[in-house]
């Protein structure tokens, strides 16, 4: 180990200027490592094709840290020459909508054929070769102690995988998700699908420990071999930075604000909640002038139709993607913070990194979830939200109308209890990540 601290190489895909949720976990780790005296060098992508981009995050990275980008092979350019999509587009949403076999244009079926067969684990597979070879350098010269690698995309632990079998160094697996996805069309045919899950379990075999951003993702991950995991993995879920959120309050609006922070995907159900805001609406001549409906994020066409052809449509505004800390400040103006989990088997298993901000924020969280959710029982467990089922149009209408109540007699303060809500700072968190690496130093 070196002298002045203990190194470890990062590899990750999702980092500056790449924005959205993937690349927060990573930024937020890296600004506590020094307290550790532990020093990062990041291994990344060059020309990666991000969902969105946000410059501003640039300048949350410390210093100190080395970061090195590699060439990667984006096969969605292809794709967006191929089927006739605008250069830029963000193509996450649209590919979500497309089922194989089922509807889209002839060339979108065929470009998620070759996806299927061709792109195991995932389309970022082309960076591998570049990756590997660059990391290698990267160990030897920076005396690299740990391999820590975050994913998705799968690729990503590959990468990882691949390094620590040839330098030997110990190597800790993150996943932000599943090794199967559950938001894109489940991978079909016996021949990748069996590739898939060997490579998955190759991963789980060869990391030194692994660790899940929740429980939810290890139940997920039990998919693959339970007995690979077993003494070797821990729960660290996602986080918030309180600083951000002491510098960015703005002046209050003066009307009810409901705010909806991230991307709302097709696969995402709210006619339910649009069947109870629409109730609350008409029954409600101030409702109707004091409500404010506000989506920060991308959403899907399709779904902006339904919310815009909504009775409440005249109330709606779409900000689309702001950057990270102009979200922090629409938060911060909120009366109510708007949280959607997926009442599905999988869905209900993974939290949104945005409820741990919803939780920094200290706003009310209005939470459409299962009750069996692993977001429902952070909630219970910080007190700071209510929970009705995503499906149940008139418990949403009751809550809303209940909360609106609170609202208008000044009484609809943040909820939480602080030392619960507490234990999701990053820095206790980061604590946390620095024993599991100094854990496999010491082995």
Same mark, same amino acid.
């Given at each position: 180990?070196?002298?002045?601290?203990?190194?470890?190489? *990062?590899?990750? !895909?999702?980092?500056? @200027?790449?924005?959205?949720?993937?690349?927060?976990?990573?930024?937020?780790?890296?600004?506590?490592?020094? #307290?550790?005296?532990?020093?990062?060098?990041?291994?990344?992508?060059?020309?990666?094709?991000?969902?969105?981009?946000?410059?501003?995050?640039?300048?949350?990275?410390?210093?100190?840290?080395?970061?090195?980008?590699?060439?990667?092979?984006?096969? !969605?350019?292809?794709?967006?020459? %191929?089927?006739? /999509?605008?250069?830029?587009?963000?193509?996450?949403?649209?590919?979500?909508?497309?089922?194989?076999? #089922?509807?889209?244009?002839?060339?979108?079926?065929?470009?998620?054929?070759?996806?299927?067969?061709?792109?195991? &684990?995932?389309?970022?597979?082309?960076?591998?070769?570049?990756?590997?070879?660059?990391?290698?350098?990267?160990?030897?010269?920076?005396?690299?102690?740990?391999?820590?690698?975050?994913?998705?995309?799968?690729?990503?632990?590959?990468?990882?995988?691949?390094?620590? +079998?040839?330098?030997?160094?110990?190597?800790?697996?993150?996943?932000?998700? @599943?090794?199967?996805?559950?938001?894109?069309?489940?991978?079909?045919?016996? *021949?990748?699908?069996?590739?898939?899950?060997?490579?998955?379990?190759?991963?789980?075999? /060869?990391?030194?420990?692994?660790?899940?951003?929740?429980?939810?993702?290890? =139940?997920?991950?039990?998919?693959?071999?339970?007995?690979?995991?077993?003494?070797?993995?821990?729960?660290?879920?996602?986080?918030?930075?309180?600083?951000?959120?002491?510098?960015?309050?703005? @002046?209050?609006?003066?009307?009810?604000?409901?705010?909806?922070?991230?991307?709302?995907?097709?696969?995402?159900?709210?006619?339910? %909640?649009?069947?109870?805001?629409?109730?609350? !609406?008409?029954?409600?001549?101030? %409702? =109707?002038?004091?409500?404010?409906?506000?989506?920060?994020?991308?959403?899907?066409?399709?779904?902006?139709?339904?919310?815009?052809?909504?009775?409440?449509?005249?109330?709606?505004?779409?900000?689309?993607?702001?950057?990270?800390?102009?979200?922090?400040?629409? +938060?911060?103006?909120?009366?109510?913070?708007?949280?959607?989990?997926?009442? $599905?088997?999988?869905?209900?298993?993974?939290?949104?990194?945005?409820?741990?901000? !919803?939780?920094?924020?200290?706003?009310?969280?209005?939470?459409?979830?299962?009750?069996?959710?692993?977001?429902?029982?952070?909630?219970?467990?910080?007190?700071?939200?209510?929970?009705? &089922?995503?499906?149940? $149009?008139?418990?949403?209408?009751?809550?809303?109308?209940?909360?609106? /109540?609170?609202?208008?007699?000044?009484?609809?303060?943040?909820?939480?209890?602080?030392?619960?809500?507490?234990?999701?700072?990053?820095?206790?968190?980061? /604590?946390?990540?620095?024993?599991?690496?100094?854990?496999?130093?010491?082995?």
């Amino acid at each position: 180990m070196s002298a002045t601290g203990k190194r470890v190489l *990062i590899v990750t !895909y999702y980092f500056p @200027p790449a924005g959205g949720p993937a690349v927060q976990r990573i930024l937020r780790f890296l600004n506590h490592l020094g #307290s550790f005296n532990w020093h990062a060098t990041i291994l990344t992508v060059k020309n990666g094709d991000f969902p969105v981009e946000d410059e501003s995050l640039r300048s949350r990275v410390p210093d100190d840290v080395k970061v090195y980008r590699t060439h990667v092979p984006e096969p !969605y350019k292809i794709y967006r020459k %191929f089927t006739g /999509k605008t250069e830029g587009e963000a193509l996450d949403l649209s590919l979500l909508a497309a089922q194989e076999g #089922s509807h889209g244009s002839f060339r979108e079926r065929l470009a998620i054929l070759v996806r299927n067969w061709l792109f195991i &684990p995932d389309p970022r597979i082309g960076w591998l070769p570049f990756a590997v070879l660059r990391g290698l350098r990267i160990i030897k010269k920076e005396k690299i102690d740990l391999i820590f690698s975050s994913a998705p995309p799968n690729t990503v632990h590959l990468v990882a995988c691949l390094l620590k +079998m040839c330098t030997g160094r110990k190597w800790v697996a993150d996943f932000r998700d @599943p090794w199967f996805k559950y938001l894109v069309p489940e991978r079909k045919g016996v *021949i990748p699908r069996k590739l898939d899950e060997i490579l998955g379990r190759l991963v789980l075999r /060869k990391a030194d420990h692994c660790i899940w951003v929740c429980s939810g993702v290890r =139940r997920e991950m039990e998919r693959l071999k339970p007995r690979l995991m077993r003494g070797k993995e821990s729960i660290i879920t996602n986080g918030f930075e309180p600083d951000q959120f002491q510098s960015s309050e703005q @002046p209050k609006s003066p009307g009810f604000r409901i705010i909806y922070v991230g991307s709302l995907y097709i696969k995402y159900n709210l006619d339910s %909640f649009i069947e109870a805001l629409n109730a609350v !609406y008409l029954a409600n001549q101030k %409702f =109707r002038k004091d409500l404010e409906l506000i989506f920060c994020g991308r959403v899907d066409k399709i779904v902006a139709q339904k919310l815009q052809a909504a009775e409440f449509g005249r109330n709606i505004k779409f900000l689309g993607y702001l950057p990270h800390q102009e979200t922090i400040a629409q +938060m911060l103006t909120a009366d109510l913070l708007l949280l959607y989990i997926i009442d $599905s088997a999988q869905g209900k298993n993974i939290p949104t990194s945005k409820l741990f901000e !919803y939780l920094g924020a200290g706003r009310v969280i209005l939470a459409l979830s299962p009750d069996d959710s692993d977001a429902a029982e952070i909630l219970r467990e910080t007190q700071a939200g209510v929970i009705v &089922p995503p499906a149940d $149009s008139n418990a949403i209408r009751s809550a809303v109308a209940a909360l609106y /109540k609170q609202w208008c007699s000044g009484s609809l303060h943040g909820k939480g209890d602080k030392a619960k809500v507490a234990q999701y700072e990053i820095k206790n968190l980061t /604590k946390r990540l620095i024993q599991v690496w100094e854990n496999q130093l010491k082995e």
